[in-house]
């Protein structure tokens, strides 16, 4: 029978602070330790996590895997590795003591992190993949969105469509408008547009406000100088009496 003891076995895991790979004793499970990096004070877990035992690093900022692709970069300072676009939305490091860190602003004593719905992560409305609450682009598949609001994917469809078309949309608003404030071209103008203005009303909502006014303005306008030419055209009869 072999006397020699057992080899030890390490629990695997990551800092959800910083990022840093720890291993430590199966015996140390449940309990504080220090994260030799940032110093923060986590629970080890009972069980290797899965990224820890593959040998994945993860971004401080995102908490997700390096691997999934995208540029990568370095902090200057202590060269924690992070992805590009989540140290340009974070604006510096995530370790804590790091010279790189951002200035941090005041917070009101019950903020909480961004969410919706009580979420604090929200799908993909393009290829389902979980990402942030507040995040506008997938790093999965690279979509993006307008609002951080979540989207189911007929209503991305629906988004994306409206901005195709906003372009052709503004020249017809203002075309509209012209049209509505030339006298000859008022009564026919004005009269098209606001049947067509309310037949497009979700459309011109995701269009800048500006275009809105103007075409409800160009039809005011068109519709004001209509009355007067009828009132005007109805003097002139009485008076031909």
């Given amino acids: 029978m072999n006397g020699s003891s057992p080899s030890p076995t390490f629990v695997k895991f990551s800092c959800p602070g910083c990022g840093q790979r720890i291993e430590a004793p199966s015996e140390a499970a449940g309990k504080l330790?220090?994260?030799?990096?940032?110093l923060a004070e986590i629970t080890v877990p009972l069980e290797s996590s899965a990224s820890a035992a593959a040998g994945e690093a993860l971004c401080a900022i995102c908490q997700s895997a390096l691997s999934l692709g995208g540029a990568l970069t370095f902090c200057p300072a202590c060269r924690a590795e992070y992805h590009a676009d989540c140290w340009q939305e974070n604006g510096g490091c995530a370790v804590y003591g790091c010279s790189r860190v951002p200035p941090t602003e005041g917070r009101a004593p019950l903020e909480i992190p961004v969410a919706f719905w009580g979420q604090e992560h929200k799908p993909c409305p393009v290829c389902n993949a979980q990402i942030l609450a507040a995040a506008v682009r997938c790093r999965h598949c690279g979509s993006v969105f307008q609002t951080a609001r979540p989207l189911d994917s007929a209503e991305f469809s629906r988004a994306a469509s409206h901005q195709a078309q906003a372009p052709l949309l503004r020249r017809k608003i203002v075309w509209?408008?012209?049209?509505?404030?030339?006298?000859?071209?008022?009564?026919?103008?004005?009269?098209?547009?606001?049947?067509?203005?309310?037949?497009?009303?979700?459309?011109v909502r995701s269009l800048?406000?500006?275009?809105?006014?103007?075409?409800?303005?160009?039809?005011?306008?068109?519709?004001?100088?209509?009355?007067?030419?009828?009132?005007?055209?109805?003097?002139?009869?009485?008076?031909?009496?």
């Fill in 208 to 241: 800048p406000s500006l275009y809105g006014a103007l075409g409800k303005i160009g039809v005011a306008v068109g519709l004001f100088q209509t009355g007067a030419i009828t009132l005007l055209a109805l003097i002139f009869a009485l008076v031909r009496r």
């Fill in 176 to 203: 509209l408008f012209v049209l509505c404030v030339i006298p000859f071209s008022a009564p026919f103008a004005a009269i098209a547009g606001l049947l067509w203005l309310k037949a497009r009303q979700e459309e």
């Fill in 33 to 38: 330790l220090a994260c030799p990096a940032c």
